[in-house]
Protein backbone atom coordinates (compact mmCIF):
# COMPACT_ATOMS: atom_id res chain seq x y z
CA UNK A 1 0.00 0.00 0.00
CA UNK A 2 1.61 3.33 -1.12
CA UNK A 3 -0.09 5.65 1.33
CA UNK A 4 1.68 4.13 4.06
CA UNK A 5 5.36 5.22 2.96
CA UNK A 6 3.30 8.27 1.32
CA UNK A 7 2.88 8.84 4.85
CA UNK A 8 6.29 8.41 6.33
CA UNK A 9 7.31 10.61 3.90
CA UNK A 10 4.95 13.05 4.71
CA UNK A 11 5.52 13.32 8.44
CA UNK A 12 9.05 13.67 7.44
CA UNK A 13 8.62 17.09 5.65
CA UNK A 14 6.48 18.00 8.59
CA UNK A 15 8.54 17.18 11.27
CA UNK A 16 11.52 19.84 9.55
CA UNK A 17 8.85 22.46 10.04
CA UNK A 18 7.00 22.00 13.69
CA UNK A 19 8.41 24.31 16.11
CA UNK A 20 10.07 22.45 19.03
CA UNK A 21 7.61 21.25 21.24
CA UNK A 22 4.46 22.10 19.16
CA UNK A 23 1.43 20.24 19.23
CA UNK A 24 0.37 19.46 15.66
CA UNK A 25 -3.49 19.83 14.80
CA UNK A 26 -3.28 19.79 11.05
CA UNK A 27 -1.03 18.56 8.24
CA UNK A 28 -2.56 20.66 4.84
CA UNK A 29 -1.50 18.76 1.69
CA UNK A 30 -2.14 19.31 -1.70
CA UNK A 31 -1.92 15.96 -3.91
CA UNK A 32 -2.09 15.84 -7.73
CA UNK A 33 -4.51 13.18 -9.03
CA UNK A 34 -1.14 11.10 -10.96
CA UNK A 35 -0.20 10.30 -7.09
CA UNK A 36 -3.60 7.94 -7.04
CA UNK A 37 -4.08 8.63 -3.58
CA UNK A 38 -6.94 6.50 -1.66
CA UNK A 39 -8.87 9.22 0.65
CA UNK A 40 -9.41 6.71 3.28
CA UNK A 41 -6.61 4.90 3.40
CA UNK A 42 -4.41 8.32 3.42
CA UNK A 43 -6.20 8.96 6.86
CA UNK A 44 -5.27 5.34 7.89
CA UNK A 45 -2.02 5.44 6.97
CA UNK A 46 -1.24 8.58 9.12
CA UNK A 47 -2.87 7.66 11.52
CA UNK A 48 -0.69 4.54 11.91
CA UNK A 49 2.34 6.42 11.06
CA UNK A 50 1.48 9.02 13.86
CA UNK A 51 0.77 5.87 17.00
CA UNK A 52 4.04 4.42 16.00
CA UNK A 53 5.89 8.00 17.02
CA UNK A 54 8.14 7.81 20.07
CA UNK A 55 5.20 8.45 22.86
CA UNK A 56 7.89 11.07 24.12
CA UNK A 57 7.22 12.84 21.00
CA UNK A 58 3.46 13.53 21.46
CA UNK A 59 3.11 15.90 19.11
CA UNK A 60 1.58 13.68 16.11
CA UNK A 61 -1.30 12.06 18.19
CA UNK A 62 -3.68 14.69 17.43
CA UNK A 63 -3.00 15.56 13.94
CA UNK A 64 -5.12 15.03 10.38
CA UNK A 65 -4.42 15.24 7.46
CA UNK A 66 -6.15 18.02 5.14
CA UNK A 67 -5.94 16.79 1.68
CA UNK A 68 -6.54 19.47 -1.68
CA UNK A 69 -7.52 17.55 -4.29
CA UNK A 70 -5.98 19.59 -7.09
CA UNK A 71 -7.70 18.81 -10.67
CA UNK A 72 -6.04 17.23 -13.81
CA UNK A 73 -3.68 19.90 -15.80
CA UNK A 74 -4.53 19.56 -19.22
CA UNK A 75 -2.72 19.92 -22.81
CA UNK A 76 -4.38 19.95 -26.15
CA UNK A 77 -2.09 18.50 -28.79
CA UNK A 78 -4.00 20.02 -31.53
CA UNK A 79 -4.01 24.11 -30.15
CA UNK A 80 -1.83 23.97 -27.38
CA UNK A 81 -4.29 25.04 -24.95
CA UNK A 82 -3.55 24.25 -21.22
CA UNK A 83 -6.47 24.03 -18.56
CA UNK A 84 -7.12 22.04 -15.38
CA UNK A 85 -10.01 19.67 -15.06
CA UNK A 86 -11.82 17.51 -12.32
CA UNK A 87 -11.40 14.77 -14.67
CA UNK A 88 -9.23 13.01 -17.39
CA UNK A 89 -11.31 12.49 -20.54
CA UNK A 90 -11.90 16.21 -20.94
CA UNK A 91 -12.72 17.47 -24.25
CA UNK A 92 -10.83 20.71 -25.59
CA UNK A 93 -12.71 24.37 -26.46
CA UNK A 94 -11.37 23.88 -29.98
CA UNK A 95 -13.58 20.58 -30.08
CA UNK A 96 -10.65 18.26 -30.14
CA UNK A 97 -10.24 15.14 -28.10
CA UNK A 98 -6.48 15.21 -28.13
CA UNK A 99 -6.13 16.02 -24.92
CA UNK A 100 -3.06 14.43 -22.53
CA UNK A 101 -2.16 15.53 -18.79
CA UNK A 102 0.77 17.77 -18.47
CA UNK A 103 1.74 16.78 -14.92
CA UNK A 104 -0.76 16.29 -11.91
CA UNK A 105 2.05 14.23 -9.92
CA UNK A 106 2.38 17.41 -7.12
CA UNK A 107 2.43 16.26 -3.74
CA UNK A 108 3.32 19.31 -1.17
CA UNK A 109 2.83 19.82 2.36
CA UNK A 110 1.57 23.24 2.46
CA UNK A 111 1.29 23.97 6.20
CA UNK A 112 1.15 23.25 9.76
CA UNK A 113 -1.53 23.99 12.07
CA UNK A 114 0.21 23.63 15.72
CA UNK A 115 -0.89 24.58 19.32
CA UNK A 116 2.09 25.77 20.73
CA UNK A 117 2.54 25.14 24.21
CA UNK A 118 5.87 25.99 26.04
CA UNK A 119 7.13 23.66 28.87
CA UNK A 120 8.77 26.01 31.78
CA UNK A 121 9.98 24.16 34.23
CA UNK A 122 10.85 27.11 36.43
CA UNK A 123 9.64 27.82 40.39
CA UNK A 124 7.72 31.10 41.24
CA UNK A 125 9.32 33.41 43.53
CA UNK A 126 6.93 34.32 46.47
CA UNK A 127 6.89 38.15 46.08
CA UNK A 128 4.54 38.71 49.44
ZN1 LIG B 1 -7.53 22.34 -28.53
Redesign the pocket.
Known sequence: MHELSLARSILEVARRYRPPGARVRAVHLQAGPLQAIDAQAMQWAWQAVCEAQDPEDSGWAESRLQIEWLPWPLH?R??D?RWTSSQLEDR???G?TRVAPAGGDALQVMSLDVDLQVTVHSPVEDFA
Do not use: L
Request: charged share 25%; glycine share 0%.
Open positions: CDCQCRCS
